[in-house]
DNA sequence: TGTTTTCTGGAACTTTTGTTGGATTAAGCA
DNA sequence: TGCTTAATCCAACAAAAGTTCCAGAAAACA
């Protein structure tokens, strides 16, 4: 199965022969469900690019509580600022389900960087684009509520999927979507609770589902539950 | 008076040609304190580089809260994130006293990029180092109470001061310590209180200064206060 | 110097978030 | 099918953060 490397934004434009040098310079690893992929503060583990499975990237603190920053599919790369710094790696990483990943470490990724003028200039347009993206986090988690953070993520997860289903979220557990959102289980659960009472979600067996897209971008932008309409 | 040119990351290395070439794309400003730099969301405003006085980069919600993402000294640098990719400004920016900053914009940039390939790759660099800064603050924001926040804060300025006056934040107003915590002017003024009655802080007339720094440090790392120990 | 403005101190209260624990339901598996 | 594990629901409580309000102190300034 061919690998689409023009879908990776680092990738994208390069010549041939160039994607050649990359593909030659990167090793394949392949992680059994659960399994560490590397850990906050080590060495440098390099740059990694998600063939196939789910990775998550995440913090914890000295309590033990997790803070997911991401969650991976293939095709999305991660670890770029210390494949590219040489430092510490800033977070942890592990497969959550089985998984594949092409990493290029940092000592070739710098010659890989020199060798080709595309390689570098699409790095520093994605490592600005990951900038805004925790520019956003930070602000987040300053300003925004936490039931506010999950019609967020709720609005959010709904789009990945052209608003088809707007269920997304419920494929992940409370537990998860606690990490997702920086708090805990219960905190969700409650959140959650409010939402479906005021009438922005609903639920139909198992599955949530999005049950008023405005009334939740209200909340998500204002931090206030929206007045309750009931027919929207 | 001259500008020590290599104290800033992105033109460190570059050779006198290439320094000429990036000073002649920029121009000038001149602030009067108090006045507004750019906003948030605006169309792409340019690369900066403060050269004289302070400048204040904040982002603020809907109530009207505001979050100092950072309090900018003389050879800093900032929007780089949309001068790099064109974007809007992710933040909003004010001078703080009477300041002065070299502009180089979007598309100057770009093309001194293309052109002088050490300051391309030392952007790569710089954005992987405020990259590293972002997730570091929003780890702060998930995990830390703003007890611990405002030691870390101290911690932080103290140091910047080497060592000798560890009264740094001080020149601060409770105000402005809000804003940087991302909290409100009074529960600043309680956490205060609170590091000063566990004998992590002394006051001496209107300055607060490190009475225990060992003590600021379990508490920005731990989040809990540390033991009384009387004499450290 | 007196007056105004800004900054600080601190109490009392509300809201939000975090914690604990037990009951219920669903899902996975032998 | 029954058993086990995982996920959820919900209430009650604790702690942290945010809000309101007012009184003093210090600084700025006319």
Redesign the interface.
């Known amino acids: 199965m061919g690998i689409d490397w023009n879908a990776i934004p680092y990738f994208r434009g390069l010549d041939p022969c160039g994607l050649k040098r990359i593909q030659a310079a990167g090793r394949r690893h392949i992680y059994q469900a659960g399994a560490v992929i590397f850990n906050e503060g080590e060495a440098c583990a390099g740059f990694y690019v998600v063939l196939d499975g789910l990775v998550r990237i995440y ?1 914890m ?3 033990g ?1 997790l ?1 997911t ?1 991401s969650l991976l599919r293939p095709l999305s790369t991660f670890n ?2 210390a494949a ?2 040489g ?1 510490p790696n ?2 942890n990483a592990v497969a959550v389900t089985n998984a594949e990943a092409l990493v290029i470490s940092h000592d070739r990724l710098l010659n890989l ?2 060798a080709e ?1 595309v390689l ?2 699409n ?3 994605a ?6 993206e ?2 956003e ?3 987040d ?3 925004r509520s936490i039931p506010s953070r999950l019609a967020k993520l709720f609005l959010y997860e709904s789009t990945a999927y052209a608003d088809q289903i707007a269920e997304a979220p419920t494929q992940l557990t409370q537990e998860e979507i606690a990490a997702i959102l ?1 708090t805990t289980r219960e905190v969700v659960g409650r959140a959650l609770r409010g939402l479906l009472n005021a009438g922005l979600l609903k639920k139909r067996g198992r599955h949530v589902y999005i049950a008023d897209r405005r009334g939740l971008e209200w909340l998500a ?3 206030t539950m929206p007045e309750r309409v009931p027919n929207r």
Chains 1, 2 share one sequence.
């Open positions: 913090r603190n000295a309590e509580r803070h920053l770029e600022v590219v710094d430092g800033p977070f960087m020199a003028r570098l200039s790095t520093v347009q490592l600005a684009h990951l900038n805004r925790y520019i986090r930070l602000e988690m300053t300003f920086g932008e204002t931090n």
